[in-house]
């Protein structure tokens, strides 16, 4: 048996990618602020053990004690432990000057926060086991691309990147850690972004979105699960 753990599985690329993993032998956390209850259902028709983990990742506090609980749910016979940190908010967009402090701090705990310490956490708990971990990240564009008005959103999945090659330097048994960058998805956030007034790149997504130049959820999670179960 494998096991996920996935974060923000209620809509879009984390539902897809979710979806996509719901096999027998598959144990999945989805770990999100709302329930889809379409994947218990799949998974109660596909004979696969998914758990909904309600909690909300800006409360950066409570992760060591999310993992843990999660990991007394997953037992020593596994073959593999698999983190997926997709969960990720592009608000506030705009000028920095525009932003309210809390809303920055926000978006900083869901996009950097809450993954690196999903990581830590992972990793801590799960050293004394014989077990593959496997942590995937998941970028963006945006973190190479510098954009007027999306500066939180960058910044964080820049340090994302470059966290994750850090850790791949570092010394850890049976750890496997890599990021994969999505590219354009037709997504609820993608949408957020292209339709705010005043955003300097929002007419480039409009363009994009017209000419059919953006992905599919499904399509972009294919390649996701197809690299993960060969992980």
Known sequence: MRAFIITGTSRGLGYEICKQLIKRNHLIFSVARN?????IELAAQNDCKLHF???DLQNIDGISE????????????VESITLINNAAQVTPLGNIDNYRPEEAVKSIQTNLL?????????????????????IVNVSS?????????????????AA???FTSCIQLEDHKSLT?????????DTTMQELARNQEGLSIAAFFKEAKEKGAL???EDVAKKIVRRVLAS
């Open 177 to 185: 850690i890599y990021k994969v960058d999505p590219g354009m998805v």
């Open 114 to 134: 809450a993954p690196i310490l999903l990581t830590q956490s992972l990793i801590n708990q799960t050293a004394e086991r014989n077990v593959h971990r496997i």
């Open 66 to 77: 999310l993992i843990r609980g999660i990991m007394k749910r997953v037992n020593e016979e």
């Open 215 to 217: 992905k599919s959820a």
């Open 35 to 39: 329930n889809n209850d379409s994947l």
């Open 160 to 162: 994302l990147n470059m």
């Open 141 to 157: 564009g945006s973190a190479k691309d510098a954009t007027a008005g999306m500066s939180l959103y960058c910044a964080s999945k």
């Open 53 to 55: 983990v309600k909690y």
